[in-house]
Every structure is written in structure tokens, then in C-alpha cells.
């Protein structure tokens, strides 16, 4: 099995947008950025991003050389599931 080590967005500066993020977690030595969607508001309207958005992040994570494998998704304490 291989394992890869991931930085978890939360534990980086918020102000930091996707492409800085990534260039961190490249220059830290990380093998992957863990991304967040949470309960506030700004982490759930990701779930509702556009096409453009979407594309952009994914340009940014092939840019730094750094995949965005994994989702820590907490945003259901706010909407459990099948309530909206």
C-alpha cells in the first residue's frame, strides 16, 4: 500500500486563495491538499461553484504539481442529509 501525506487547508492562513495554497503545500513537501467544506458559508457555496471556478483550482493543482485527492466535508452539521 502507499500512503501520500496531506496538509489539510484549515491549517494554513484563510486569506490564502486556492494557487497559494497549493504552492505552500508544495514547498512544505506535502503530497496532496486536503480541502474543506464546512459549515459557513463560504465553504458551502463551493458546492455550488461554477464550471470556470471548478477549472480554475484544477489549473492551479496541476500548476503546483499538488493533487486535491480528498474532502473533509463537515457542512452536513448544519444540513444533515435529505434536508435540502
Known sequence: MIYTLGLYEKAMP??????????????CGFDRLEISVDESDEKLARLDYSDKQTEAI??????????????CLSGHRKYPFGSH
Open 58 to 71: 484544477a489549473r492551479a493543482s496541476r500548476a503546483s504539481g499538488v493533487p486535491i485527492s480528498t474532502m
Open 14 to 27: 484563510n486569506a490564502l486563495d486556492f494557487r497559494e495554497k497549493l504552492e505552500l503545500t508544495a514547498r
